[in-house]
């Protein structure tokens, strides 16, 4: 029996930035197409089970409504709902072990709240799509190309290696806590979470990352011109913002800031930075997470034992070897 789960955040695409910046906006009306055309592929293929994440605009259940499911049941997670991102994270700790794989609509703070709830010493796979701002996690693609290649998945998996692949995640220890980002951890003299967003590049002091490249948008590109990562690579990247080396990086949308560097480098695993940090906030993904008002040692380290992602390129590869698609 083949069973997936949909994920889907109607805040995500929305916030701020929207504002501050050029960023795009993504509609909820977009995002129940986006689903429309995920599920019409599962229909066809006859996926037997679909598990859905309730949200508070409805999402999948409105998909669903605009045409006739006749090869699946659409099963909502049972979960205790408040329709805060606690929900996200709440739905991937009922679906370990449970379904093949989890389809992740949404941005980086989407896909940071369900890793959360995964177990990530044996995760079930995800497809995370992006319809955020800034994404460097989710990826940037047609719905029903992503719908194709998680059917891919489900029939190839025992013909085909590697169509999975480990991303990086970054561990945050500090007083006696930890917590984690799949991209980037922002450290900030911003000292209340408000509006979560980091909005004056002036008052960044740190920026850790699991991969730093120009070609992505976003505070995690300030280590890039000197230190840039991949995902693919075995390390991350840092940066310590002050007086120093100086680039120009696209910080959001539209919007290219001069960086003072006064120290970077490759962060590598099992290798962690100690950052002293006396007040202000540390924003994980692209949101302000934690408050800090006395001070504190933080460890950021780099861990290569994140989450298992669908490699679609190679989902599709496996399918037109196999003739999958071939009558």
């Known amino acids: 029996m083949r069973k997936i789960a949909i994920v889907a955040n109607p805040q995500s695409g929305k916030d701020i930035r929207r504002i501050t910046s050029k960023a795009s906006v993504f509609s909820n009306e977009e995002k129940v197409n ?33 045409f006739k499911l006749t090869k699946c049941k659409l099963i909502p997670i049972p979960i205790a709902y408040t329709f805060e991102e606690s929900d996200t994270e709440n739905s991937a700790r009922f679906l370990n072990g449970l379904v093949d794989i989890a389809i992740v609509v949404g941005g980086d703070g989407t896909s940071r709240a369900f890793v959360k709830g995964l177990n990530l010493e044996n995760p079930i796979p995800v497809l995370p799509l992006s319809t955020g701002t800034n994404n460097a996690f989710p990826i940037m693609m047609e719905s029903t190309t992503a719908a194709i290649a998680v059917i891919s998945y489900l029939l190839l998996k025992d013909k085909c290696n590697d169509l999975l692949k480990r991303e990086k995640i970054l561990e945050i220890q500090y007083n006696n806590k930890l917590d984690f980002a799949l991209v980037d951890a922002v450290f900030s003299k911003e000292q209340f979470i408000a509006s979560k967003a980091i909005l004056h590049p002036e008052d960044i002091i740190a920026v850790f990352t699991t991969t730093s490249q120009l070609k992505n948008i976003g505070l995690s590109t300030i280590p890039a011109p000197f ?23 696209p910080i959001a949308p539209g919007k290219i800031e001069e960086i003072h560097i006064k120290e970077a480098g490759f962060l590598e695993e099992n290798k962690p930075y100690r950052l002293n940090f006396d ?46 698609f071939v009558k």
């Open 34 to 66: 986006i689903v429309e055309r995920m599920l019409s592929i599962f229909n066809f293929f006859g996926v037997d089970e679909i598990y859905f994440l309730r949200d508070s605009f409805g999402i999948v259940e409105r998909a669903s409504k605009k």
């Open 227 to 249: 230190y840039p990562s991949k995902r693919i690579d075995p390390f991350g990247s840092f940066a310590i913002l002050g007086e120093g080396k100086s680039a120009f990086v």
């Open 279 to 324: 007040r202000g906030t540390v924003a994980l993904d692209g949101e302000r997470k934690i408050e800090i008002f006395s001070e504190t040692e933080f460890h950021i380290k780099l861990n290569t034992k994140g989450p298992l992602v669908l490699d679609v390129e190679k989902a599709l590869d496996c399918a037109i070897k196999e003739h999958l």
